[in-house]
């Protein structure tokens, strides 16, 4: 049978999406409750990173200790990818001795090559074109504060970027509306907003993409590897952040999300991220919830 890997949120199916939401608030409510498991024990998950992280390390490596399993942190200096070995020989080496990987890197191609040649299952923690296992979190928190988001709102305000895509394809899975305020130049991939046509407008103004939406959600202006065009994205990004005003021509009950690190005074105002429409904590501890709930389909094991 072929191994299964995790690269996009469209490696899912919408009824497996939504059954995995609903593991991750349960996984969320046992651990609140202090149970712990299991049913990672003797597995081993490894970390390789060639971008920084906080939450997504942290989360991956917390999810698999507290049910029994071991993960390690591999990056470019501490393995032979800094000394030039090819990628799939990489792959092919770590598929022997440990029993999933979690890649966080630069170019989506240089994921799927890696996949290609892995023989156990591989998940994107972030690339360049998608971030989705922050959207498996993102989604889960919606639905804990707010019900379900199929038929929902969703306003994106800011960089056409990575998290923006996986937006985009976790609107064409759960099925609610995505519009999108994006400065010229910043647009998402056309090829990405075209295959989700039906559920993805886009727009110049924030206030109209806000206009009535059960959730609102930013990133940073730039990211990392975009340092030399901060002081261009800065300016490109300017009319662009949410505050008050954009919050307040969402709905009544809308929401606040950022995937963090957030800078206040830039994309969000302090106000709105420290403020009580903001959900980010919950969302950044989801993170642990979601991808426990990603592991345990990846390796068809089931926890408490």
């Not at 996986?166 to 305020?181: D, E, K, P, Q």
């Not at 907003?193 to 109209?208: C, H, K, Q």
């Not at 963090?260 to 989801?286: C, F, K, Q, T």
Request: with cysteine.
């Amino acid at each position: 049978m072929a191994v299964r890997h995790f690269l996009s949120l469209l490696d899912l199916a919408p009824e497996e999406a939504e059954a995995l939401v609903a593991r991750a608030m349960e996984l969320r409510r046992r651990h609140h409750a202090g149970e712990r498991g299991e049913a990672f024990r003797g597995r081993v998950l490894a970390l390789l990173f060639e971008k920084s992280s906080t939450r997504t390390r942290v989360s991956f490596e917390a999810a698999v200790a507290q049910w029994g399993g071991a993960a390690m942190f591999l990056s470019p200096r501490d393995t032979q990818l800094g000394r030039g070995e090819p990628l799939e020989d990489t792959a092919r080496v770590l598929s022997r001795m440990v029993d999933a990987i979690v890649v966080r890197t630069f170019e989506h191609e240089k994921l799927q090559r890696f996949a290609a040649h892995a023989t156990v299952p591989v998940i994107n923690a972030l690339t360049d074109r998608f971030h989705p296992c922050q959207l498996l979190a993102d989604v889960q928190t919606f639905c804990e504060h707010r019900g379900p988001i199929r038929g929902r709102t969703v306003a994106w305000i800011g960089d056409g970027n990575n998290v923006c895509h996986s937006w985009i394809n976790a609107a064409r899975l759960f099925g609610f509306h995505l519009r999108i305020a994006v400065p010229a130049g910043y647009e998402p991939d056309p090829a990405v907003v075209a295959a989700a046509a039906e559920r993805v407008t886009l727009t110049r103004d924030p206030l109209e993409a806000a206009a009535g939406a059960d959730l609102v959600v930013t990133d940073v202006w730039a990211s990392m590897g975009q340092e030399e065009e901060r002081a261009a994205r800065l300016a490109a990004f300017a009319p662009y952040q949410v505050d008050r005003r954009v919050m307040e021509a969402a709905g009544p009950e809308a929401l606040f999300m950022h995937c963090l690190p957030a800078h206040r005074g830039e994309e969000v105002a302090a106000e709105v991220i420290d403020g009580p429409w903001s959900v980010v904590w919950d969302e950044a501890e989801n993170r642990l919830h979601a991808q426990r709930a990603l592991l345990e389909l990846l390796w068809g094991v089931r926890g408490p």
